[in-house]
């Protein structure tokens, strides 16, 4: 096999794996807010409207669920 054709199949692979977690990020992007860790901190620099500030720590107060427009 030449570099060309190792370099192409390296390249498909890559691109298969890549397609599989866009496609898994699409489905979950609704699910839950992407910027709230597990500790209940926001980590969101832009200010949420779910933002409760505390002396030290931003926390996430929104619902656990982020809500779809249209439903």
Do not use: W
């Amino acid at each position: 096999m030449t570099d060309d054709a190792r370099t192409r199949a390296a390249h498909e692979k890559l691109r298969e794996v890549l397609s599989a977690v866009a496609s898994s990020m699409v489905e979950r992007i609704h699910e839950r807010c992407p910027y709230r860790a597990r500790d209940e901190r926001c980590t969101f620099a832009g200010g949420c409207v779910n933002q409760r500030r505390a002396p030290d720590v931003v926390t996430c107060g929104g619902d656990h669920l982020l809500r779809r427009t249209g439903t």
